[in-house]
């Protein structure tokens, strides 16, 4: 996540504000990066980074359909980082 928060900032500052936050999805920790704005699909990552799905965000507002359940089986919500600029 260090990563992302790193990229993050090495652009300028989008509205809605981007923010992270970890969760407990299908008994793992897990982490949702939000979108920026507007027809743009939030991301969740393992604990290694990986992407692991979208969803939600893009034209659907449904993300890419990989965690469709995501919404409902997230628990243990827990804000890591917001941007703070």
């Given at each position: 996540m260090k990563a992302r928060i790193?990229?993050?900032l090495g652009h300028r500052k989008q509205y809605p504000i981007?923010?992270?936050y970890r969760y407990v999805y299908n008994d793992q920790t897990v982490y949702w990066e939000t979108a920026p704005c507007c027809d743009q699909q939030s991301t969740v990552y393992d604990t290694k980074?990986?992407?692991?799905?979208?969803?939600d965000g893009g034209i659907t507002g449904k993300g890419d359909g990989q965690c469709a359940n995501f919404e409902k089986r997230k628990a243990n919500e827990r804000l890591v980082w917001q941007d703070p600029r």
């Open positions: 790193a990229a993050t981007i923010r992270i980074g990986n992407v692991l799905c979208h969803p």
